[in-house]
């Protein structure tokens, strides 16, 4: 069994392009030169059981002195019909041993084998996954979304198709974990761990692909155990007639990033103080300001049923709780101190990396 270190650092070992398995390579399996030497070993025993009468752990000697060339003596003189069967035995096992090294060679200039404990690394650190991020596809967008959580603590696995846009993100990321399948298929979403998920991101190229991948992970997901909380999924449409359709199968929250794009370019014009301050928050590039959401699950029994006034925030670290989402979806901007913490309720605190820190001891 690896070793922990093995299990968490080993199977992200980049293997360079050109040591890489090629699909087209023709080399006999090390299986396959295993069976030959076994077999050949067999024979040697066999036959000089019966020609010289040895016992069968002298004709396994034999054989494997015969087979390894180490020019150890023989058990006793042989008569001209065993010198003629280890004649015919020794030529036989040079070809063989060749075979034998030569793939064994090609195996590890390929990368065969490295390539085989990284995957089987790999997937038992996948087996192990438990509130990570599933993100399928890995195109344009895809790539983005990964670039932007492997920077952040989030425990990311991609699930592509296509093994070219996942080489693109392993010299990036080589400690990226991914899954080579299809994201529509069911098999592809519990290997993925989605029973053990906290979110689903749906990237695919086509509204179709990703409404199916939606319905079957909400589908796969009534097989989750009723302690883990539901799945968050987030789909990507392209056309913005197909979002209710997405909502429909099951997302949570469809997002079309060219209304995005457009929206936030023409709000620069009217506001673009404003919107590159709460750029820089959302993407983390200023150090001295930042926000924090906080859901009431996430609060220390003495916190949980509170108002804001009670809990009094501001004044123990510093923090202004600039919003509040309710159970309902809907948002609360500067509510109001007397307002109370109710189950599914989450709070949007702002705050310098001084005061939020402070802030994250306080809430654990």
């Given amino acids: 069994m690896p070793s922990r270190i093995a299990k968490n650092y080993l199977w992200y070992v980049r293997i360079p392009r050109f040591l890489r398995i090629s699909h087209n390579t023709k080399i006999l399996t090390l299986r396959t030169c295993a069976y030959l030497l076994l077999t050949s070993l067999l024979i040697g025993t066999i036959g000089y059981k019966y020609i010289e009468g040895y016992t069968v752990g002298n004709a396994l000697y034999m054989s494997v002195i015969t087979i390894s060339t180490v020019g150890f003596g023989e058990i006793r003189p042989m008569s001209p019909m065993g010198r003629l069967f280890t004649s015919g035995f020794v030529i036989v096992n040079l070809a063989i041993t060749a075979i034998f090294v030569s793939t064994l060679t090609q195996h590890l200039r390929d990368g065969g084998i490295v390539f085989k404990l990284r995957n089987y690394l790999m997937k038992e650190e996948i087996t192990n996954l438990s509130n990570h991020v599933i993100v399928c596809g890995a195109g344009r967008y895809g790539r983005e979304i990964i670039d932007q959580l492997e920077d952040s603590e989030e425990q990311v696995l991609l699930i592509e198709r296509d093994q070219s846009h996942i080489d693109q993100l392993t010299e990036r990321h080589p400690r990226l974990l991914y899954i080579l399948a299809d994201a529509t298929n069911d098999e592809a979403l519990l290997q993925a761990g989605i029973l053990k998920a906290k979110t689903l991101m749906v990237?695919?190229?086509?509204?179709?692909?990703?409404?199916?991948?939606?319905?079957?992970?909400?589908?796969?997901?009534?097989?989750?155990?009723?302690?883990?909380?539901?799945?968050?999924?987030?789909?990507?449409?392209?056309?913005?007639?197909?979002?209710?359709?997405?909502?429909?199968?099951?997302?949570?929250?469809?997002?079309?990033?060219?209304?995005?794009?457009?929206?936030?370019?023409?709000?620069?014009?009217?506001?673009?103080?404003?919107?590159?301050?709460?750029?820089?928050?959302?993407?983390?590039?200023?150090?001295?300001?930042?926000?924090?959401?906080?859901?009431?699950?996430?609060?220390?029994?003495?916190?949980?049923?509170?108002?804001?006034?009670?809990?009094?925030?501001?004044?123990?670290?510093?923090?202004?709780?600039?919003?509040?989402?309710?159970?309902?979806?809907?948002?609360?901007?500067?509510?109001?101190?007397?307002?109370?913490?109710?189950?599914?309720?989450?709070?949007?605190?702002?705050?310098?990396?001084?005061?939020?820190?402070?802030?994250?001891?306080?809430?654990?």
């Fill in 203 to 364: 990237t695919l190229g086509d509204d179709s692909d990703n409404a199916f991948t939606v319905l079957s992970a909400r589908q796969v997901c009534n097989r989750r155990e009723a302690s883990i909380p539901p799945l968050n999924i987030i789909a990507r449409v392209y056309k913005a007639e197909n979002r209710a359709k997405l909502m429909r199968v099951g997302a949570d929250h469809v997002i079309q990033p060219e209304q995005i794009g457009s929206f936030y370019m023409a709000t620069l014009v009217k506001k673009p103080s404003a919107v590159e301050f709460f750029t820089s928050l959302a993407s983390g590039e200023s150090a001295e300001v930042g926000f924090e959401e906080i859901p009431y699950k996430k609060l220390p029994a003495t916190l949980q049923g509170k108002s804001l006034l009670d809990m009094d925030l501001r004044r123990k670290t510093g923090v202004s709780v600039v919003a509040m989402r309710y159970p309902d979806g809907h948002y609360v901007v500067n509510p109001d101190p007397t307002s109370k913490l109710v189950k599914g309720t989450s709070l949007i605190a702002l705050g310098d990396a001084e005061q939020l820190k402070k802030l994250s001891s306080i809430i654990g």
